[in-house]
């Protein structure tokens, strides 16, 4: 089975991708996850960085020994593999942006097909709920702001990314996107430096951002309690040109 | 009385606390200001407390990380980047003794539903001003000028209850929504007609589904509110729920001479009924957004009601409760305007809760409004309690854009809500 590879996101030192494999005539987001930590506890253990640095997204991968995973919603998409390898080539811009385009949620549905609760801040939904994880949203340019504070201790700092979300208004979301930090990093150490080139490199990607938003894994302060899956800023694609 | 390091230090971690516990992280308080922060809090729980003491600080959340540098070690290192700036938060050393006059958070799990129709059953008893100064032997236009009341609406003989089943008919035959359709009845009432089982009473007049919850909301004054905030919670599982307000308060106060009896005179009769719905129905739905609610329960004295044998009295301290009321509900719709990226200039509208006849001007000049964009039903009806909003909203053509109903209710508790789609 083929993947094209469209999202990739940080999770501590390992990645979090997913991607869209052609099934049925239509699209589909498969989130694939490593057969062998299928035992785990939680679905938390991501992909090496020795395994992907150094490729990019719109790969095509081939997911090795593909098997379907118990949908635990709102992370209906997961998918058990054995393992990924790179096929050398990229997709195409019309599925590129094909892609993107089928995973805007359609008139009157809700981004993740459940409802979403708020804090002061954010927006999470409750695990068991949903019926995907991933969506894509179409966003003025100039509405994205860049903010960001560094915690002391920590091995970066803490990039949000100020967005108006359907129903929910202005909502400041974690930024996940692996290349666009990246890139941001490059720019300089310093955290104002990098809010600049985030702020220039999304004006840069014309109008409309193709925003990717995903929902996190439960986060779980209490063990008694279910959790947040947090929604967060997975990706920033420009719709007329999606870069990788 | 200055406000020492010591004080912000006390500050922070009282709110670090509050979001930790609304943010289900953890059960125990964190007392030690001087542990690095990124120990205590993930990178989510960090921006909710940041958030939350840029609004104690009355200033934007880019605004305190630019303060600090973007930096953040520790809660002691914080305070005194904060204090060396100058910045005192609104509620000094202890936040709960100040509360926000806006519920702090969103409600959680709530989306937006909408108000499909609204119906007002007043009592068809007029009772004049000049009828009730001469029952407090107070002379001509005494109530008129103290308390802007032109006159109320009392129940005298009519049934109450019967009212505001034909509130709730009405509202269902204007919907053209049938009544096994409704999902839930909410019933709320300051001064209630039946002193038990007035919502079961009402679900069986108006012939609702027996399977239909049917439940009581207190709240006093602010109970339409209150019922809207349950209603957005039960929406998503009954689609529409009806809300009904009835208030009989001449049954249980008396006008006579002397101040209780003087308080009792602001106050009317009435009843009203709402239908609201997951989704929109007919073309006059309106889109009702997360209502916000407060409370504050230090302030319980402003006004009080005594039990006596023959009925009840209020005990009101006038002054400063017109005060608090027109403070919190200015705050509330300023906050509430704000949350959506908009200005009082914004609003068509704003429905308020009118304690008296007076406040509604009173709001107006507050907030540097024209008296017509207040709405309130009060001077020709008398405080319809948890009756007023609906009242008031009836009263007038729908607006256009957006408004915002504001109540101030006994405990003391206030609440808003915006009507109307903030984006148009």
């Not at chain 2, 119906?119 to 068809?124: C, G, K, R």
């Not at chain 2, 001469?134 to 009212?163: F, T, V």
């Not at chain 2, 038990?196 to 207190?218: D, Q, V």
């Amino acid at each position: 089975m083929d993947m094209i590879l469209l999202d990739w996101t940080r999770m501590g030192r390992a990645y979090c991708i997913a991607g869209a494999v052609w099934q049925d005539q239509q699209w589909r987001i498969v989130r694939p996850l490593l057969t062998n930590f299928r035992q785990g506890p939680v679905r938390t253990v991501g992909w090496s960085a020795y395994l992907l640095d150094g490729h990019v997204r719109w790969e095509i991968m081939e997911l090795i020994g593909p098997q379907p995973a118990t949908p635990e919603p709102p992370h209906v998409e997961d998918l058990w593999v054995r393992s990924l390898r790179f096929r050398g080539a990229t997709a195409s811009l019309e599925q590129r942006r094909a892609i993107l385009t089928t995973t805007l949620p359609r008139a009157g549905e809700s981004l993740f097909g459940s409802d979403l609760a708020t804090t002061r801040t954010a927006v999470y939904q409750r695990p068991g709920t949903g019926a995907r994880s991933l969506a894509t949203l179409l966003v003025p340019s100039d509405s994205i702001h860049f903010v960001g504070v560094w915690r002391e201790g920590c091995a970066e700092p803490d990039i949000r990314a100020s967005l108006t979300l359907p129903d929910w208004g202005n909502r400041s979301l974690p930024v996940k996107d692996h290349h666009l930090l990246r890139k941001a990093e490059q720019a300089g150490p310093d955290i104002e430096q990098r809010i600049q080139f985030l702020t220039a490199a999304v004006q840069r990607m014309g109008d409309p951002v193709a925003v990717r938003l995903g929902l996190s894994r439960p986060f779980v302060g209490r063990s008694d309690l279910p959790g947040m899956c947090w929604v967060m800023a997975d990706g920033f694609f420009s719709l007329m040109d999606p870069q990788p | 009385m200055t406000y020492t390091i010591q004080d912000a230090i006390a500050h922070l971690l009282c709110r670090l606390n509050e979001v930790l516990q609304r943010l289900e992280k953890s059960t125990s308080s964190v007392e030690d200001p001087n542990k690095p922060l990124a120990d205590l809090l993930d990178s989510m729980a960090m921006v909710e407390w940041l958030a939350v003491v840029a609004e104690d600080h009355r200033i934007s959340l880019a605004a305190i990380e630019e303060c600090l540098g973007r930096r953040i070690g520790t809660i002691a290192e914080m305070a005194a980047q904060l204090h060396s700036a100058g910045w005192v938060p609104n509620s000094t050393n202890n936040p709960r003794r100040a509360p926000s006059l806006v519920a702090p958070v969103p409600p959680a799990s709530v989306r937006p539903c909408w108000l499909v129709r609204t119906s007002v059953q007043l009592p068809d008893s007029i009772e004049s001003a000049a009828s009730i100064n001469a029952k407090l032997q107070r002379p001509a236009g005494w109530l008129e000028r103290h308390a802007g009341i032109h006159q109320r609406r009392i129940w005298a003989d009519q049934d109450s209850l019967a009212a505001a089943s034909q509130a709730g008919s009405a509202c269902l035959e204007q919907a053209r929504w049938p009544t096994e359709k409704v999902g839930a009845l909410l019933v709320t009432s300051e001064a209630p007609p039946l002193l038990t089982g007035m919502a079961a009473n009402l679900n069986h007049r108006l012939r609702l589904e027996p399977h239909a919850p049917a439940i009581e909301i207190g709240g006093a004054c602010t109970g339409f509110l209150a019922a809207f905030r349950i209603a957005q919670g039960l929406l998503d599982q009954v689609g529409s729920v009806l809300v009904i307000a009835v208030e009989a308060a001449t049954r249980y106060l008396h006008v006579q001479p002397g101040p209780a009896g003087e308080d009792a005179a602001l106050f009317g009769d009435g009843a009203a009924a709402c239908l609201l719905c997951r989704d929109p129905q007919g073309v006059d739905a309106v889109p009702v957004g997360p209502v916000v609610l407060g409370a504050d329960g230090s302030s319980a004295g402003l006004l009080q009601a005594e039990l006596l044998q023959n009925g009840v009295e209020f005990r009101m301290r006038r002054f400063e409760l017109a005060s608090r009321a027109v403070e919190a509900m200015a705050r509330s719709v300023r906050e509430l305007a704000g949350r959506h990226g908009l200005s009082i200039s914004d609003l068509d509208a704003i429905v308020v809760h009118g304690g008296n006849g007076r406040l509604p001007g009173l709001l107006a000049r507050k907030l540097g409004l024209p008296p017509e964009r207040i709405w309130s039903a009060t001077p020709q009806t008398g405080n319809l309690g948890s009756a007023s909003l609906p009242v008031a909203w009836a009263a007038h053509p729908l607006p256009k854009g957006r408004s915002i109903w504001t109540a101030v209710g006994a405990g003391l508790m206030w609440g808003a809500v915006m009507l109307g789609n903030p984006d148009a």
